[in-house]
């Protein structure tokens, strides 16, 4: 089983500036990431596939990055509906496994 | 308008079975694989089970193997998961989720909470 590790695992951050969320994998899982923003009582919402394509929707401050074991998910300028759980997962291999979460709470 | 909807969960003792079913609407279904996926109290996502799109190929979490199983009805654009010999650390809030084009959890329902307890 591919482990993912996600750092930190709470990040504080002021309105407006910029969020850098990291995810670890125990081994390759090439592009096979992607970033999932959870809020609480809402389905989790889809923001990135393939480590770096933005899903329909999803505003251009939201930006990943990375292959192989070490992908990072940027955020920009953070707006308020941005604080939220953010989750990777990987689906190079089965069993897809989903990171323990980095929370970005308001500074 | 897309519409991923699950139902079934409930409160169920330690031992007992429950079924949840996932109905989706205003997408491609049969094409694309279909996942479980669980956060239980004050945890993460867990990925639970996914299923193709044709049904044909399944895959599932060791902590439930054995124990659940998944199914799908492409003509109703249905979702299914038997859940058998339940126990107190299955209390969770399970998600259905749909595969996109690049990967999975295009879209995701609200999610149905299933609780065992004695």
């Known amino acids: 089983e591919i482990v993912m590790t996600q750092s930190p695992a709470t990040l504080s951050v002021s309105p407006g500036e910029r969020a850098t969320l990291s995810c670890r994998a125990s081994?390759?899982?090439?592009?096979?990431l992607a970033w999932f923003q959870h809020k609480p009582g809402q389905a989790p919402r889809l923001l990135i596939s393939?480590?770096?394509t933005r899903a329909t929707g999803i505003p251009a401050r939201f930006s990943g990055s990375g292959s192989g074991t070490d992908f990072t998910l940027t955020i920009n300028s953070l707006q308020s509906e941005d604080f939220a759980v953010y989750y990777c997962?990987?689906?190079?291999?089965?069993?897809?496994?989903f990171g323990q979460g980095t929370k970005v709470e308001i500074k | 308008e897309v519409q991923v909807l699950e139902s079934g969960g409930g409160l169920v003792q330690p031992g007992g079975s429950l079924r949840l079913s996932c109905a989706a609407s205003?997408?491609?279904?049969?094409?694309?694989?279909m996942s479980w996926v669980r956060q239980a109290p004050g945890k993460g996502l867990e990925w639970v089970f996914s299923?193709?799109?044709?049904?044909?190929?399944?895959h599932y979490a060791d902590s439930v193997k054995g124990r659940f199983t998944i199914s799908r009805d492409n003509s109703k654009k249905s979702l299914y998961l038997q859940m058998n010999s339940l126990r107190v650390e299955d209390t969770a809030l399970y998600y259905c989720?749909?595969?996109?084009?690049?990967?999975?959890?295009?879209?995701w329902g609200q999610g149905t909470l299933v609780t065992v307890s004695s």
């Open positions: 989720a749909k595969d996109g084009d690049l990967g999975p959890g295009e879209y």
């Open positions: 205003g997408l491609t279904f049969s094409t694309y694989g």
């Open positions: 299923i193709s799109g044709s049904g044909g190929s399944t």
């Open positions: 081994q390759s899982v090439s592009s096979n």
């Open positions: 393939g480590a770096s």
């Open positions: 997962q990987q689906y190079n291999n089965w069993p897809r496994t």
